[in-house]
């Protein structure tokens, strides 16, 4: 019996040591709860003020966007100057293209004056083409010729004057614009005083939106 009374006590006392064992664990997942549900919360007030801040950010947007959308509809001059830009700003060209313009509307008559920068004959290749010279093991240019490169400069700059014009029309879905004069200038840095200056005469040219959405263009 003596033995069994201690074996009694024994498992007794451990039984106790698990139970406070237990009951510390229940404290401890307890407390660690409350901090990760405070956190939670935390979280879920920070993403909560975000989200509103963003809707809040969202809402002022849009409001602006459809202020100004009214404004141009309205044929305000600042706001159809400020989408004109932002037509042109969105357009991409190839390295060596100037970006750069300026515009200028007449809200009575609807027409808008547009003046771009036009690139260098230097876009146009020199080189028509590489060949390999296998007896000096090395590869050289085959040029092209400079009536070739006019021609193709030619076509540059007509192409870029109709594709900007082209774009503006196609921007314009509420025929706000009702004629584009363009005139596209060809610049560069003189060397002797550092200032820019025009080269060479470009593409100008007055383009009509006519009905049926065709556009007629008239050259100067």
Avoid: C
Wanted: aromatic content about 8%; overall charge neutral.
């Amino acid at each position: 019996m003596g033995a069994l009374g201690f074996g009694r006590r024994s498992y007794d006392a451990e039984v106790e040591a698990a139970r406070k064992r237990f009951d510390e664990a229940l404290r401890d997942h307890a407390r660690e709860e409350h901090k990760r549900v405070g956190k939670l919360d935390a979280a879920q007030a920070r993403h909560d003020e975000r989200n509103q801040q963003e809707a809040a950010r969202v809402e002022e947007w849009n409001a602006g966007v459809e202020a100004r959308r009214a404004a141009y509809q309205e044929r305000d001059v600042e706001a159809v100057e400020w989408f004109i830009d932002q037509v042109l700003a969105a357009s991409t060209y190839p390295h060596g293209f100037p970006k750069a313009q300026q515009v200028s509307y007449q809200a009575d008559t609807g027409d808008l004056l547009v003046e771009i920068d036009l690139p260098l004959e230097e876009v146009i290749p020199a080189a028509r083409a590489y060949r390999y010279v296998k007896t000096r093991d090395e590869i050289t240019p085959v040029p092209r010729p400079e009536k070739e490169r006019h021609e193709l400069y030619a076509s540059v700059l007509a192409q870029t004057a109709l594709r900007t014009v082209h774009e503006l029309f196609a921007a314009d879905t509420d025929g706000v614009v009702r004629s584009v004069a363009l005139n596209g200038h060809v610049a560069t840095i003189d060397r002797a005083t550092g200032r820019s200056r025009f080269l060479v005469p470009s593409p100008s040219a007055r383009i009509h939106r006519a009905g049926g959405g065709v556009v007629a263009a008239f050259r100067r």
